[in-house]
Every structure is written in structure tokens, then in C-alpha cells.
């Protein structure tokens, strides 16, 4: 909000957030966090420009993801939630960037919200198996149903913090996201864990 109040009083030109694929009234405290940014930005400036990335994968950090498919290289078992509703559309980082420069920069789009996601849909299962399959490594999946994640969420913070996962993280896992098609080449998470693979290898 401060900063859309100092854009305004700045007459800034144009105005760029990163919000989320999870933004909605059902994701929890930070997809509605991000929800609420921008119907303020929307209302209070003149030009701007919305991107809601996917998961991202090729971050370093080890979350989401990335970490899912590091514990199927690393562990001898996965938790795996079912009965998701919408599916994880991973994107490449580099791709992500790409994508928004050329929004901003070139194409120079205004008042529009961008949806960046991945070419192809996965449940936490396909996930799994595509990085078994590329790895080579048999992990035992343990499906985790929806109402037990459920439980987990109203046990509480400290119980949950111990799980190494947040109560706000569970709410985003099931509400529902929209994707949007767009005219790039990507990089396939399945090229990305074939070289995760390969690094494991050389080590």
C-alpha cells in the first residue's frame, strides 16, 4: 500500500507487481495478501502490470517444488497430498524472468494480469514418478489424504512448524488457480530433473 501511495504521489509510469498463482480468497493469509495488493493497485494507479508466476522451479531455495523432487533424489520415502484440485504447472526460473522483461520491456503491456506457468499440469504423484523414472530410484510414495492435512492445519503452529510446513501453506495446496496460455518456448521440468540427476551423478 506504501508503495503504491508513494507511486501516485511520484506520478509513476507504470507500475509492476509479482504476485501469485495463489492469490485468491481461499489460499490463505498470503494468497489473499496478494489478492487485496492487487485490487489496490488496480484501483489506485493508472498503469500497471500484474504477473502471478506458477511454482518456480531452479531457485536455490529448497521449497515447494524443488524440494519435492529433491527428497524423491535424496529420501527413501515422499509424503505425497492427495485430492489437490488444481495442478502444479512448474516454470523455470529463467523462463519466468524472460517472460516478464519481455512484458514490461518490449511488448510494454499495460493494465493486464499475467498468469506465467509451466506447458504441462502435475499432481504431486506424477511429480514423484517422473523424477523416479529420470533418477532411476524406487521411493516409496505415502499418500497423505485431504482431510488429514486438514487435521494437521487446526493442530496448531508449533505442531506444524515441526512438520516443516505452515498452516497458511496447506490452504494454498487446495484452493483453486487459473492458468494462462502463453506463446514461449519453456524449459520442461523434466529436462531440469534430468540435469539435477546428472549433477547427483557426478558428485
Not at 65 to 94: A, D, H, R, W
Not at 160 to 172: F, S, V
Amino acid at each position: 500500500k506504501k508503495l503504491v501511495d508513494l507511486a501516485k504521489r511520484a506520478n509513476i509510469k507504470h507500475f509492476v507487481f509479482i504476485s501469485s498463482r495463489t492469490a485468491g480468497y481461499y489460499s490463505g493469509a498470503y494468497g489473499l495478501s496478494k489478492l487485496t495488493a492487487e485490487h489496490y493497485i488496480q484501483k489506485e494507479l493508472s498503469s500497471w502490470l500484474i504477473f502471478r508466476p506458477s511454482e518456480v522451479f531452479g531457485v536455490s531455495k529448497n521449497e515447494g517444488i524443488e524440494e519435492l523432487i529433491k527428497n524423491v533424489l535424496n529420501k527413501p520415502y515422499v509424503l505425497c497430498p492427495t485430492q489437490v484440485e488444481s495442478p502444479m504447472y512448474p516454470v523455470f526460473l529463467g523462463d519466468v524472468v524472460r517472460i516478464m522483461h519481455d512484458y514490461t520491456f518490449e511488448k510494454m503491456v499495460e493494465n493486464q494480469t499475467i498468469t506465467i506457468n509451466g506447458d504441462h499440469g502435475y499432481s504431486f504423484k506424477e511429480v514423484i514418478q517422473l523424477t523416479q523414472k529420470i533418477s532411476k530410484r524406487n521411493v516409496l510414495i505415502l499418500p497423505v489424504p485431504k482431510f488429514a492435512m486438514m487435521m494437521v492445519q487446526k493442530m496448531g503452529d508449533k505442531f506444524i512448524a515441526k512438520l516443516g510446513i505452515a498452516p497458511d501453506q496447506i490452504a494454498r495446496l487446495y484452493s483453486a488457480k487459473l492458468t494462462q496460455k502463453l506463446s514461449y518456448d519453456l524449459y520442461s521440468l523434466e529436462e531440469y530433473i534430468v540435469s539435477l540427476v546428472d549433477k547427483e551423478q557426478k558428485k
